[in-house]
């Protein structure tokens, strides 16, 4: 059997599928060269299996393997196994053209012998649809499903390679180019980056001594470099046509390597370069808004008013709204705002909301959701004033029969280390008939952080499933959790509870990661990134408070200022809330905004 098709399109891996799922049994012999498959023809041995990837290599023309040698390998039972590319297999198999010399002619009489099966460059509609349901399982696939410039396969074996090229990078600039372009997609940035933009955003890449020794040529190297394509299927930096032959409008980082960005880069912050060069070089609204939030998102505000500006005389509405409120015209944000809702935008109010809550206009966030005429506005107000730590209004709320108030007031009190106060509030509801149900797994949280395991027991030998659970938790039965989680017979969120109970604080940290890296919805009343801030804090990890930061977790921002405050730096805390953070990490100050990262390279 002899397998046919091009670079990494699954040739040996099928190859071997096959082998092991017929004959699993049998002796399997790689010969390294012909002379030892003639050993093995001469003194044969029965349910052998010989194998013969890349078969070219086996074909020389007066040492190679022959027919005659192959016949005596399968007249004494063995499997005669192999792979080849295309192009050597049609130059084998082509007639000798009259009065030249048939240099393949043995070659020939042997691949006849095979049977032959092609392996098709690209997977069918109804591999790729076999392929997309494990792309829920394996991120790489999806991926590779959605590359459009190689097959699946093709993208797969190329991908580990692809690492090693951009992390392993001989060429400093060109390490740095692939990088730049990485972070610029993490950024949210999916259009091709232009020649100029990524020069301006490589020298905060690379170290003085790199920017002061480069050549002038040094973005063509690096170019070449990021754009040599491996295992012929990929290459680290995808060229993207101007709609010319030969035009190059800009280049796209891989997606296998923007997978691994996502990751391993999640809290690094992009150099002050990059930011620089990406506010300054791209024109695409709709990408500059992108842009714009994930700068937010960091609190790097030195590049939010720029592209807030850019947009703004675009005739942009929120962008505009934006700027009024980080001016403090909350009149003229609102009027904006009005305006806007006039004109037919449905969400002009909602983005009002977002934007005042955004900057830390709470009160003036909740006025606005106490004018619009609509059922769910009494559960913003709620979850804002729980939030932004307003308790004595979520008591008056409570006191005044707000079930959902009253429910974020006892998750406020337990976090803040008052469960009593917390238990007082829903135990009546929980002991109502018939019983609230939020009350009631309210109740038995409560006991749980007040140790009195005892009374946690009887509500559970009554039947209530959330008891039994919190009592395996507070006695550190995490293998039984994980048993029951993976059965379907407990929520996921039960393992974290344990560990924090425990106090383990670095296991709680990493599952935590885990829950805002696949989108876990815990179902509670704190998000799992809000969750993670409040942890960080707790425990004064100021530096993790920063990558979080940095990774775009808005929440650390809040909990950072926090945690100054509560170490006697007020003044910083105040600059952080005002000015946010550079993209090296440090608080920025009221000049920051208008800087430049000025380290150039040669033109």
């Known amino acids: 059997m002899l397998l046919v098709g091009g670079s990494s399109v699954g040739k040996t891996r099928t190859l071997y599928e096959a082998v092991r799922n017929t004959v699993p049994e049998w002796w399997l012999v790689h010969p390294a060269d012909s002379e030892e498959i003639r050993a093995l023809a001469a003194a044969p041995t029965a349910r052998t299996v010989v194998w013969l990837d890349e078969m070219q290599r086996y074909l020389a023309r007066d040492t190679g393997l022959t027919a005659g040698t192959a016949r005596a390998l399968l007249q004494a039972g063995a499997v005669v196994v192999g792979t080849m590319w295309p192009d050597e297999y049609a130059t084998r198999i082509a007639p000798c053209r009259p009065g030249d010399d048939d240099y393949h002619a043995s070659g020939r009489e042997l691949l006849d012998l095979a049977h032959v099966i092609d392996v098709a460059p690209a997977f069918s509609g109804a591999e790729r649809r076999r392929a997309q349901e494990l792309a829920d399982i394996d991120g790489r696939i999806g991926e ?66 790199q920017r002061a020794t480069a050549a002038n040529d040094w973005l063509d190297h690096a170019l070449d470099y990021a754009t040599t394509v491996l295992r012929g299927a990929a290459s680290a930096l995808r060229p993207v046509d101007d709609g010319t032959m030969g035009g190059i409008s800009g280049y796209i980082a891989a997606d296998y390597l923007l997978h691994r960005g996502r990751r391993t880069r999640r809290t690094l912050c992009p150099p002050a370069s990059a930011w620089q060069a990406l506010v300054d070089h791209i024109d695409d609204h709709d990408v500059l808004a992108q842009l714009e939030a994930n700068a937010d998102g960091r609190m790097l505000y030195r590049y939010t008013r720029p592209i807030l500006q850019r947009l703004a005389d675009a005739g942009n509405r929120g962008a505009e709204i934006q700027i009024r409120i980080d001016r403090g015209d909350l009149e003229g944000a609102i009027a904006e705002a009005r305006e806007w809702d006039l004109e037919g935008e449905p969400d002009a109010s909602d983005f009002l909301i977002w934007a005042l809550k955004n900057r830390g206009y709470i009160d003036a966030a909740a006025s606005e959701l106490r004018t619009r005429n609509h059922w769910g506005s009494r559960f913003e107000i709620v979850a804002l004033l729980s939030n932004n730590d307003r308790l004595d209004e979520l008591k008056e709320l409570a006191e005044a029969g707000d079930e959902y108030a009253a429910r974020r007031l006892a998750f406020q009190l337990a976090r803040r280390g008052r469960p009593e106060e917390a238990l007082a509030l829903v135990r009546p509801q929980a002991d109502a008939t018939p019983p609230n149900a939020w009350a009631a797994a309210w109740v038995v949280e409560c006991l749980a952080l007040l140790d009195r395991l005892d009374e946690l027991q009887r509500r559970a030998d009554a039947g209530d499933e959330y008891a039994e659970l919190r009592l395996l938790a507070r006695r550190g039965h995490l293998d039984e959790l994980r048993v029951r989680v993976a059965a379907g017979e407990a929520y996921e969120g039960i393992i974290l509870t344990a560990l924090l109970d425990l106090g383990h604080v670095d296991d709680a940290l990493a599952e935590l990661q885990r829950h805002i890296e696949e989108n876990y919805d815990n179902g509670g009343d704190i998000d799992p990134a809000e969750q993670l801030a409040e942890l960080l804090a707790t425990h004064g990890l100021l530096d993790e408070l920063k990558d979080e930061l940095c990774a775009g977790n808005r929440c650390a921002g809040k909990w950072l200022a926090n945690l100054l405050t509560d170490h006697g730096q007020v003044e910083q805390a105040n600059q952080l809330r005002r000015f946010g953070l550079n993209p090296d990490r440090t608080i920025a100050g009221p000049d920051s905004r208008d800087t430049r990262f000025r380290a150039t390279l040669p033109a």
């Open 144 to 209: 590779a499903l959605d590359n459009t410039d190689a097959g699946v396969t093709q993208v797969l074996a190329a991908g580990p390679e692809l690492l090693r090229w951009w992390e392993q990078a001989a060429n400093p600039y060109g390490q740095a180019v692939i990088s730049a372009a990485v972070d610029a997609r993490r950024l949210g940035v999916g259009a091709p980056l232009t020649r100029e933009l990524l020069a301006d955003a490589v020298p905060g890449y690379l170290t003085s001594a």
